[in-house]
T-cell receptor
């Protein structure tokens, strides 16, 4: 089974702090994603990466950056945390395009981040 | 841009009965994939069922089946013989064939009552 591991289930930080959310997958997937989940809004894509050192903006990249130095690890960075970034953050991975494009995404357990 | 709409924020069903969750989407694409994901209170999102748009036959996975109406851009999920463990948030998702841009609906919170 695919395993997507997020480093923290719960995290509390203060406004202005730099926050790192880590995600690791063990299935050699090319693609990795960061979403935030808010009530009534579903999942919104922040960033995704289709290869090491490659990244693409999603729908709501403002205030976030990402890093993918190794294939199995995809980090989400809040450069200067603000209270409106309090949310549930979900990481996902999936295998590549082409004949595998219909493959589903596999999700981690999520990190509930509170910014005070 | 593609959008996915789940018009039922909350639903409930008695154990052993059948419930249908609705989902509509908007796209100009002809080839795409549709998914239903389940997120139990433990929070990990897991795939329930998926449908390729080019297939006319509705997908089925045990007690879960879909009613895919391509012309109407509708993709509803039917859960038969509901079980307490089906209590969860359910998300409908759309993905075009040519990229990884998956779009999710707002979700439906389903409660199965004993």
């Amino acid at each position: 089974d695919v395993k997507v591991t997020q480093s923290s289930r719960y995290l509390v930080k203060r406004t202005g702090e730099k926050v790192f959310l880590e995600c690791v997958q063990d299935m050699d997937h090319e693609n990795m994603f960061w979403y935030r989940q808010d009530p009534g809004l579903g999942l919104r894509l922040i960033y995704f990466s289709y290869d090491v050192k490659m990244k693409e903006k999603g729908d709501i990249p403002e205030g976030y950056s990402v890093s993918r130095e190794k294939k199995e690890r995809f980090s989400l960075i809040l450069e200067s945390a603000s209270t409106n970034q309090t949310s549930m953050y979900l990481c996902a991975s999936k295998t590549g395009l082409g004949s595998y494009s219909n493959q589903p995404q596999h999700f981690g357990d999520g990190t509930r981040l509170s910014i005070l | 841009a593609q959008t996915v709409t789940q018009s039922q924020p909350e639903m409930s069903v008695q154990e052993a009965e059948t419930v249908t969750l609705s989902c509509t989407y908007d796209t100009s694409e002809n080839n795409y994939y549709l998914f239903w994901y389940k997120q139990p209170p433990s929070r990990q999102m897991i795939l329930v069922i998926r449908q390729e748009a080019y297939k006319q036959q509705n997908a089925t996975e045990n007690r879960f089946s879909v009613n895919f109406q391509k012309a109407a851009k509708s993709f509803s999920l039917k859960i038969s013989d509901s079980q307490l463990g089906d209590t969860a948030m359910y998300f409908c998702a759309f993905m075009p064939n040519n990229n990884n841009d998956m779009r999710f609906g707002a979700g439906t919170r389903l409660t199965v009552k004993p």
